[in-house]
């Protein structure tokens, strides 16, 4: 299991919430609320997807935070 914590002030919920609707497919996804994180598990058959999975969910949801806040 890969635990990433996504600071608030950087990851709208929304982008993380799509994000991890994105990837559910490839692995799964929990989510858990923090007052300063958003917390995201990922668990997969292999340690190399967990990775994989986890970084490109960080990385889609910091972009769309991105471009949604203009």
């Known amino acids: 299991m890969r635990e990433l914590r996504l600071h ?6 929304e982008a993380v919430d799509a994000a991890a609707k994105v990837y559910a497919p490839y692995a799964s ?4 609320d923090d007052p300063t994180h958003w ?3 990922v668990t997969s058959s ?4 967990e990775v994989r999975v986890a970084r490109e ?3 889609h949801a910091l972009g769309t935070s ?4 203009g």
């Open 8 to 13: 608030r002030e950087l990851y709208r919920g």
């Open 57 to 59: 969910l960080a990385n």
């Open 39 to 41: 917390i995201v598990r």
């Open 46 to 49: 292999t340690p190399a997807r």
């Open 29 to 32: 996804i929990e989510l858990i």
């Open 66 to 69: 991105i471009r949604d806040r």
